[in-house]
């Protein structure tokens, strides 16, 4: 029996949770039903708008759903808590996506059935529908990762990835529990390690309600500061 757990980060997704939940909730119940066990777990990042609330609401209805309520952390440091807590419960595999509605739950199958094959099935976003700023930072991003780790990632921050834990936790070891660029980390540092990736084409939809929280002002600082800390995280792996 595979142990999978599906993680969202959810910040002011009041917009968004419910079909959220509605859309990913049928993918854990297909994969208990096949035997093995799956819950779909959502950290509410101190939310300002009432997610903590529907998400209590939403768990009456959808037995695989497990809510979290948490202090406001930001968006990477969210994700390594779910990932830490997913090790915790003895996960054997993690799926990241977003709380958005950005990403399609039946693009997530491609990766579950060749599971075995690969440590890091990692989505690439192609065309992506949010924006050319959005297409900017990825590009930058790329850039910067392949300055300060010495490796080509085709998208680091995608936040649709399915991961074996043991891989993933080693990688964990060497990222600070605070990072912001999470997955950007994660990648570089499983491209770095030579680590066993395949990389699947995804459809990236526009934002499917509220608003973004982060600004391009917001981005460029986040990134400088990335700088200082993916050269600490580069020495120590």
Same mark, same amino acid.
């Given at each position: 029996?595979?142990?999978?757990?599906?993680?969202?980060?959810?910040?002011?997704?009041?917009?968004?949770?419910?079909?959220?939940?509605?859309?990913?909730?049928? &993918?854990?119940?297909?994969?208990?039903?096949?035997?093995?066990?799956?819950?779909?777990?959502?950290? !509410?990042?101190?939310?300002?708008? !009432?997610?903590?609330?529907?998400?209590?609401?939403?768990?009456?209805?959808?037995?695989?759903?497990?809510?979290?309520?948490?202090?406001?952390?930001?968006?990477?440091?969210?994700?390594?808590?779910?990932?830490?807590?997913?090790?915790?419960?003895?996960?054997?595999?993690?799926?990241?996506?977003?709380?958005?509605?950005?990403?399609?739950?039946?693009? +997530?199958?491609?990766?579950?059935?060749?599971?075995?094959?690969?440590?890091?099935?990692?989505?690439?976003?192609?065309?992506?529908?949010?924006?050319?700023?959005?297409? +900017?930072?990825?590009?930058?991003?790329?850039?910067?990762?392949?300055?300060? $780790?010495? &490796?080509?990632?085709?998208?680091?921050?995608?936040?649709?990835?399915?991961?074996? &834990?043991?891989?993933?936790?080693?990688?964990?070891?060497?990222?600070?529990?605070? +990072?912001?660029?999470?997955?950007?980390?994660?990648?570089?540092?499983? &491209?770095?390690?030579?680590?066993?990736?395949?990389?699947?084409?995804?459809?990236?939809?526009?934002?499917?309600?509220?608003?973004?929280?982060?600004?391009?002002?917001?981005?460029?600082?986040?990134?400088?500061?990335?700088?200082?800390? $993916?050269?600490?995280?580069?020495?120590?792996?």
């Amino acid at each position: 029996m595979d142990k999978l757990y599906i993680v969202l980060p959810a910040y002011n997704e009041a917009e968004n949770i419910g079909e959220v939940v509605t859309q990913w909730h049928p &993918v854990a119940e297909k994969i208990n039903a096949e035997g093995n066990f799956c819950r779909v777990v959502i950290a !509410n990042d101190g939310s300002k708008d !009432n997610t903590w609330e529907m998400l209590q609401e939403l768990q009456k209805d959808y037995p695989f759903l497990i809510p979290l309520d948490k202090a406001n952390s930001g968006h990477g440091a969210t994700v390594l808590y779910l990932y830490r807590y997913a090790i915790d419960e003895g996960a054997d595999y993690i799926f990241q996506t977003d709380s958005d509605g950005q990403t399609l739950p039946s693009e +997530f199958w491609q990766m579950w059935e060749s599971r075995t094959e690969n440590d890091f099935h990692i989505g690439t976003r192609g065309g992506r529908q949010d924006g050319a700023s959005r297409v +900017f930072v990825t590009k930058t991003l790329r850039l910067v990762v392949w300055l300060m $780790f010495g &490796v080509w990632v085709k998208d680091a921050n995608t936040p649709f990835r399915l991961m074996k &834990v043991e891989p993933l936790k080693a990688i964990l070891k060497v990222i600070p529990e605070d +990072f912001f660029l999470a997955n950007v980390a994660v990648s570089a540092i499983a &491209v770095k390690w030579k680590e066993r990736i395949a990389w699947y084409p995804i459809t990236f939809r526009p934002r499917q309600g509220g608003v973004n929280s982060i600004n391009m002002k917001r981005i460029f600082k986040i990134g400088w500061k990335a700088l200082g800390d $993916f050269r600490a995280i580069n020495k120590s792996c």
